[in-house]
């Protein structure tokens, strides 16, 4: 059964760099055409689409958070990593990382991880 | 980017009643919308699939209609365990998600 885990900081000073990682279990993160994304959602609030990216590195990104996002994957680990930038209060939520069906990086999540919240405070 | 707006935010329902969930898009996604039933404190669960092909697992009361700008959710008889919040996803240019539909008891 594949299966997801997020680890990192549950802490991160505002203008600080986020940074995430997922552990895949059960299945090889190379098999496949799959995409492996993260989703972010505030307390209280509906989920947000942030990125994905395949076993071979090509990336997909929500628009509003590109220039902010550094997504990467190594498969040697069956790992792969979110990097948000400068962030701020508003970057405050649970992040969940997730795999997509087969196709394209912005396709349906079919299994995730159970999250982790990370809070931006100084 | 393309906007999606459910309605209602909540929705007050009793087991057994049969429940629909509406989802517009700014602009068409074709059949390129999923739906997603969210239970508090964990990860969402996929349950539709392209507007309406349920996925493995996901009981048949659960249904998904629509094409272009307009669709719904359906459980034609709401069980305890549907008792959660609901998300639409539209796939068609990147992705994005509607707001949210809480059904909860009456």
């Known amino acids: 059964q594949l299966q997801l885990r997020e680890s990192g900081p549950g802490l991160v000073k505002p203008s600080e760099t986020l940074s995430l990682t997922c552990t895949v279990s059960g299945d090889s993160i190379s098999s496949r055409n799959y995409y492996w994304g993260w989703i972010r959602q505030p307390p209280g609030k509906g989920l947000e689409w942030i990125a994905s990216?395949?076993?071979?590195?090509?990336?997909s990104h929500d628009p509003s958070l590109k220039s902010r996002v550094t997504i990467s994957v190594d498969t040697s680990r069956n790992q792969f990593s979110l990097k948000l930038s400068s962030v701020t209060a508003a970057d405050t939520a649970v992040y969940y990382c997730?795999?997509?069906?087969?196709?394209?990086?912005?396709?349906?999540?079919?299994?995730w991880g159970q999250g982790t919240l990370v809070t931006v405070s100084s | 980017d393309i906007q999606m707006t459910q309605s209602p935010s909540t929705l007050s329902a009793l087991v057994g009643d049969r429940v629909t969930i509406t989802c517009r898009a700014s602009e068409s996604v074709a059949s390129w919308l999923a739906w997603y039933q969210q239970k508090p404190g964990k990860a969402p669960k996929l349950l539709i699939r392209?507007?309406?092909s349920l996925e493995s697992g996901v009981p048949s009361r659960f249904s998904g209609s629509g094409s272009g700008t307009e669709f719904t959710l359906t459980i034609s008889s709401l069980q305890s365990d549907d008792f959660a919040t609901y998300y639409c996803?539209?796939?068609?240019?990147?992705?994005?998600f509607g707001q949210g539909t809480k059904v909860e008891i009456k």
């Open positions: 392209k507007a309406s």
């Open positions: 997730a795999k997509t069906l087969i196709g394209r990086g912005n396709f349906p999540l079919d299994y």
């Open positions: 996803q539209q796939y068609s240019s990147f992705s994005t």
């Open positions: 990216i395949s076993y071979s590195g090509r990336t």
